[in-house]
């Protein structure tokens, strides 16, 4: 190895560059992973749209490629391995590699863990734990053949600190950010060359936060939408929740080789939420 000024022969764009790459983003009919998706495109990659919102997903998938960048939706429910493995069966029949995982897709709801049930707790594991461990289950092998890969799991400030009404979301996210990590080190070595990293994102204006049950009974203590949005702005120290793009543009980081030595690693994006 030899120590010599590696600035002089690094170049940003190819850096940043992730054109004709495959990736697959699940959950990018909405939010973050649509903004993703966008994002991903937009610099040249191959966006595989997979979503169990197939009207949703094919809306999105439409609106990329009618502005001529390269998109496809997969329907996939993350929750069953059957439809892990056709969706990369697929992939691998027309677009031959993959190159980009992000495993977006998640549920949220909030309440006293004394009134969860067993059931939507275990619904709750099904899509933001057993999601992501299918996706990557089935996703290394397909990269080994591809010659490498990154692996972006969407994990949560909530999987760092705990939440006081939200018990089965935050041990969902805390499971992903210490799954990153193991597999991380499993698939460490530059035969592999297969990276994997967690990003936790505070409070993100996508329709997540409006679906959880514990929202409309929120709005009420508030005493109106515009009200509850703006506690919840205020509980970061940057004041104001976080756009979609701001989380896609820590995605494409970690997907880019701009992000080439990082893995088993955190990115937390939470206007200084748990800096507090
Ligand atoms: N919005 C936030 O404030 C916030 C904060 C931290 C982390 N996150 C995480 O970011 C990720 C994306 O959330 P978002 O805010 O964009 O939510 P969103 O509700 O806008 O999008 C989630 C997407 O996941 C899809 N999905 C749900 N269940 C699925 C399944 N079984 N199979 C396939 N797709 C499924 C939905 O159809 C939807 O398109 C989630 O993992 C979430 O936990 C969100």
Known sequence: ??????LNHFNVSSAVNIKSKVSLITGASSGIGKATANLFARIGA???????????????????????FVADFIKLDVTDEASWVSAYEYISNQYHQLNILVNNAGIAFGGS?????LQDWRHLMAVNLDGVFLGTKHAIPFMQKSGGGSIINVSSAAGIVGSSTAAAYCASKGGVRLFTKAVALECASAKNNIRVNSIHPGPVATPMFEKGSTW?????????????????????????????????????????????????????????????
């Not at 191959?46 to 001529?68: F, P």
């Not at 863990?113 to 049930?117: A, G, P, W």
């Open 216 to 276: 409309n009974d929120f709005v009420k203590q508030m005493g109106g939408i515009d009200e509850a949005w703006k506690k919840v702005s205020e509980s970061t120290p940057l004041g104001r929740v976080a756009e979609p793009q701001e989380i896609a543009n820590a995605i494409l980081f970690l997907a880019s080789d701009l992000s080439s030595y990082m893995t088993g690693s955190e990115i937390i994006i939470d206007g200084g939420f748990t800096a507090q």
């Open 113 to 117: 863990v004394t009134e969860l049930s």
């Open 1 to 6: 190895m030899s120590i010599n000024n590696s």
């Open 46 to 68: 191959i966006v595989m749209i997979a979503d169990i919102d197939e009207e949703r997903g094919k809306e999105v998938t439409r609106e990329i490629s009618t502005q001529g």
